[in-house]
């Protein structure tokens, strides 16, 4: 696919992956990602490559990598994510695409009944949040296999089988203006925490009255 044109869930906490400046690159197509994702799978030990992992890849109009998130670590053949996991880190970093991925730690990179599913509900939620789901892979060790490359991507476009309404929609309206007010809140802190940091004020005062952690303090 050349992305330029066109139950059982283990609680863990979402959890952004380092990822090196030379990671962060414009995508071109499904190979781009699977280079990245293989190599963030492999960084795991042995133990955690058993378990089944869910990654969304946020990128922004431009088609560059803002960032790679573990929402979900389940177990050895299943993991699920709600919308709201899948969704708050793009709608937070402003990305405009996304990209779901996950591996089958049996070395299968079959795509399943439930993966398709999956991957339909999430395309309709983007469609209604406006970010727009670009792909699916699911990954092992040594190979994977694109949705987009496949054609499920396009069939699912078609798709009727989830479309957002009733109570859902009005849920996921509300989830994207909360994360966004959350956004613009902590983008204000940031403001004047720098303004702060200039006047000369310590890091642990600056945390005292922006509610800012340490680190981002640090960062800015």
């Not at 378990?51 to 993991?79: M, P």
């Not at 919308?83 to 793009?90: E, G, I, L, S, T």
């Not at 078609?158 to 966004?180: D, H």
């Not at 403001?191 to 680190?215: F, H, P």
């Amino acid at each position: 696919m050349d992305y330029l044109s066109q139950t059982q869930k283990l609680e863990t906490p979402t959890m952004n992956v380092r990822l090196t400046k030379d990671q962060k690159i414009k995508v071109l197509n499904s190979a781009d990602i699977y280079a990245i994702m293989q190599q963030v799978l492999l960084r795991e030990n042995k133990i955690r490559r058993n378990q089944e992992h869910f990654w969304v890849v946020g990128l922004n109009h431009n088609n560059k990598i803002l960032f790679v998130e573990l929402i979900g670590l389940g177990a050895s053949n299943r993991v699920n994510a709600d919308p709201p996991d899948v969704f708050r880190m793009a709608i937070y970093k402003l990305a405009s695409k996304l990209i779901l991925v996950h591996n089958h730690p049996s070395g299968t990179h079959e795509v399943t009944d439930a993966d398709i599913t999956f991957t339909d509900h999430m395309l309709k939620v983007g469609k209604l949040i406006k970010v727009e789901v670009l792909d699916h892979l699911v990954i092992t060790e040594t190979h994977y296999t694109s949705f987009a490359d496949q054609g499920v991507m396009d069939e699912l476009q078609k798709s009727g089988l989830f479309e957002i309404m009733g109570p859902e929609k009005q849920e996921l309206e509300q989830f994207k203006m909360e994360t966004e007010k959350k956004r613009a809140k902590k983008e204000k802190a940031i403001s004047i925490a720098k303004k702060m940091k200039a006047k000369g004020y310590d890091n642990v005062t600056i945390k005292e009255l922006t509610g800012l952690s340490l680190k981002v303090i640090g960062g800015v």
